[in-house]
C-alpha cells in the first residue's frame, strides 16, 4: 500500500482552507460594512444557508461519507473506481436537478421552515427571492464534492482546498463591481455571484480530475450493486446529517425571534469557523481516506498512530484558538468587523457569541478526527444514534433557555450539544480495538497542552488591558491586534515547548516521512 501523506496533506488542505478563512473575513467584513445587520443582510443569511444546508447533507455530509471510504477501498484494490465514481455522478447530479427545480416552487414554505419569525416582514420577501437565485449552487458545489472526494481518497487535496478560495474571491469581486464599478446594488450582486462561483469551482476540481488521469463523466444514471451498497451506508449518513440540520435549523428558529439574531450568530459562526476549518475539517478530510485505505490493508499499528498523531496535532493548534476566542473575542471582533454600518452593540453581541462558540471548538474539532473512525468501517449507523441523542440536548436547551437567557440559547446549545456528541464517538470507539485507541504519547501530550493554552490565556487578559487605547485607533487597530495575537502564540508555544506538550523536531520529522 502506498499511504496517504498525513501530514503534507494536512498542511496542504490547511494552508488552502486557511487562505480561503483569510478571504471569508474581508467578505464578510465587506457585507456587514456595507449591509449592516439589517433586512437585507438577514436575508442573505437565510438564503445563502439554505443550499448550504443541503450541500452538507447531500455532498460533504452524507454522500461523501459514505462514497469516499468505498470509493479509497476499490481504488486500493483496483476494482473499477473511475466506473463507480461517474455512475455516482450521475445519480447525484439528477437527484439535485429534481431538489432544485422541487425548491424553487416550495421556496417560500422552505424560508418559513428556516426562520417563521420574518413571517410578515421585509426579511420574508428578500428571503424567498434571494433563496431562488442561491439555490442553484447546491447542483454545482455538490458535484464539486465528490469529484474533490475522488481527488482526495487518491492524496491530492491542492485543487479540492483551493475551490473554497475561488467562492471567497469572486463574491469579494462580486461585491466590488456591485459597489464600485457598476452602481448595482450590493446585496443583488452579491446574491447572484453565488450559482456562478458554483459553476467556477465545479470547474476547478473537474479540470484537476481530468488532468490527474481520473476520468469522471457524466452517462445515463444506472441503479448499479455498487450504488445500492453506497446507499445502503449513506441513508443512515443521510439521517445523522439531516439531524446536524436540525440543529442548525432549530437554533436559526429560535435566533429569528430575537431582533438581528440570525446575523450575529452568523458572523460568530465566521469567526469559530477559521480554526475548526484550517484543523479539524483540514485533518478529517485526509484521515478519513488515509484509514480506509490501511484498514483494507490490515495496518492495525499505521491506523493507530495516523489517528493519534491526527490529534495530538489538531489539540495542539485547537486549544490555544479556543482559549483566545474565549479570553479576548471583543477585540477580535470589534478590529475584524466593527466598521461601516456595524455599531458597537453588534460587536458585543458577536463576541458573547465568539465567546460560547469557543468553549465548543475542541468537541468540534475531536468530532472529525473521531467520526472517520466510524465512516471508515462504513458504519454510518452509530453516528446516526449518537447525533440523534445531541440534537435533543440541541432542541431542551435551545427551545428551554431562550426565554431565560434570550438568543445567546442558541449558541450555548450548539456548543453543549457538540461535547455529548464528542464523548458518545469517543466511548462509542471502544469496541473496535487497538486501531482506535490513542497511545501513551498523546495522553501524555493533551495534559501539557491544555496546561500551555490556560497559561497563554492568563497572559493574554493583561496584555489586551494594556493595548486597549490602541485597539481604538483606527490607524493602529490591525497592529495592536496582531500585537497581541503574536504575544499569545509566543508564551503558549515557548511554555508548551518547555513543558513537552510538544517538539518541533517532532513536527520536522512527521514532515518527512509526510
Known amino acids: 500500500m502506498k499511504p496517504i501523506r498525513l501530514v503534507s496533506g494536512f498542511l496542504t488542505v490547511g494552508g488552502w482552507t486557511m487562505l480561503s478563512r483569510i478571504l471569508g473575513f474581508v467578505r464578510d467584513a465587506m457585507i456587514l460594512a456595507y449591509l449592516g445587520t439589517g433586512p437585507a443582510y438577514q436575508a442573505f443569511v437565510v438564503a445563502f444557508r439554505l443550499p448550504n444546508m443541503f450541500r452538507r447533507f447531500f455532498a460533504e455530509g452524507a454522500f461523501n461519507t459514505a462514497f469516499v471510504p468505498l470509493f479509497a477501498k476499490k481504488f486500493e484494490a483496483g476494482e473499477n473506481a473511475e466506473d463507480f465514481a461517474s455512475d455516482a455522478l450521475s445519480g447525484l447530479a439528477t437527484v439535485l436537478i429534481a431538489l432544485t427545480a422541487i425548491a424553487h416552487l416550495a421556496m417560500p414554505w422552505m424560508i418559513l421552515a428556516l426562520a417563521s419569525g420574518f413571517a410578515g416582514q421585509e426579511e420574508f420577501a428578500l428571503s424567498v427571492e434571494y433563496g431562488r437565485i442561491t439555490f442553484p449552487y447546491i447542483l454545482f458545489i455538490s458535484i464539486a464534492a465528490l469529484l474533490s472526494g475522488v481527488l482526495n481518497a487518491t492524496g491530492r487535496f491542492a485543487a479540492a482546498a483551493a475551490a473554497p478560495v475561488l467562492l471567497n474571491v469572486m463574491l469579494i469581486g462580486g461585491m466590488y463591481v456591485g459597489a464600485v464599478a457598476s452602481g448595482i446594488?450590493?446585496?443583488?450582486?452579491?446574491?447572484?455571484?453565488?450559482?456562478?462561483?458554483?459553476?467556477?469551482?465545479?470547474?476547478?476540481?473537474?479540470?484537476?480530475?481530468?488532468?490527474?488521469?481520473?476520468?469522471?463523466?457524466?452517462?445515463?444514471?444506472?441503479?448499479?450493486?455498487?450504488?445500492?451498497?453506497?446507499?445502503?451506508?449513506?441513508?443512515?449518513?443521510?439521517?445523522?446529517?439531516?439531524?446536524?440540520?436540525?440543529?442548525?435549523?432549530?437554533?436559526?428558529?429560535?435566533?429569528?425571534?430575537?431582533?438581528?439574531?440570525?446575523?450575529?450568530?452568523?458572523?460568530?459562526?465566521?469567526?469559530?469557523?477559521?480554526?475548526?476549518?484550517?484543523?479539524?475539517?483540514?485533518?478529517?478530510?485526509?484521515?478519513?481516506?488515509?484509514?480506509?485505505?490501511?484498514?483494507?490493508?490490515?495496518?492495525?499499528?499505521g491506523s493507530r498512530d495516523a489517528l493519534s498523531r491526527a490529534a495530538e496535532m489538531s489539540l495542539m493548534l485547537t486549544m490555544p484558538a479556543a482559549v483566545a476566542l474565549v479570553v479576548i473575542p471583543l477585540p477580535l471582533v470589534s478590529v475584524l468587523f466593527e466598521r461601516g454600518a456595524i455599531t458597537p452593540e453588534d460587536t458585543r453581541a458577536i463576541a458573547l457569541a465568539v465567546a460560547v462558540y469557543g468553549l465548543g471548538l475542541p468537541a468540534f474539532v475531536m468530532q472529525k478526527i473521531l467520526q472517520p473512525l466510524y465512516f471508515a468501517r462504513s458504519d454510518t449507523r452509530t453516528p446516526f444514534r449518537f447525533a440523534l441523542w445531541a440534537m435533543a440536548v440541541n432542541a431542551v436547551l435551545a427551545v428551554g433557555l431562550a426565554p431565560v437567557i434570550g438568543w445567546i440559547a442558541t449558541a450555548l446549545a450548539t456548543t453543549v450539544a457538540g461535547w455529548t456528541m464528542m464523548v458518545m464517538l469517543h466511548f462509542g470507539a471502544r469496541p473496535m480495538g487497538e486501531a482506535v485507541r490513542f497511545d501513551d504519547r498523546f495522553r501524555r501530550r493533551i495534559v501539557r497542552i491544555t496546561i500551555a493554552a490556560l497559561l497563554m490565556g492568563a497572559a493574554l487578559l493583561p496584555a489586551w488591558w494594556l493595548l486597549t487605547p490602541w485597539l481604538q485607533l483606527a490607524g493602529l487597530r490591525f497592529a495592536a491586534l496582531g500585537l497581541l495575537v503574536t504575544w499569545g502564540a509566543v508564551v503558549y508555544f515557548g511554555v508548551g515547548h518547555l513543558i513537552g506538550a510538544f517538539r518541533l523536531s517532532d513536527l520536522r520529522r512527521a514532515m518527512r516521512r509526510g
Request: charged share 20%.
Open 185 to 301: 446594488d450590493v446585496a443583488t450582486a452579491l446574491i447572484w455571484t453565488i450559482p456562478l462561483a458554483g459553476v467556477g469551482q465545479m470547474l476547478l476540481v473537474w479540470r484537476a480530475a481530468a488532468r490527474a488521469g481520473l476520468r469522471i463523466r457524466v452517462k445515463r444514471p444506472r441503479f448499479t450493486p455498487e450504488l445500492k451498497e453506497l446507499l445502503r451506508i449513506a441513508v443512515p449518513a443521510a439521517l445523522a446529517g439531516g439531524v446536524v440540520q436540525v440543529n442548525l435549523l432549530v437554533g436559526q428558529q429560535v435566533a429569528s425571534y430575537f431582533d438581528r439574531a440570525v446575523g450575529w450568530l452568523f458572523a460568530a459562526d465566521r469567526l469559530y469557523q477559521l480554526p475548526l476549518g484550517v484543523v479539524g475539517i483540514a485533518i478529517g478530510i485526509v484521515l478519513l481516506p488515509d484509514l480506509s485505505r490501511r484498514l483494507k490493508a490490515g495496518d492495525v499499528a
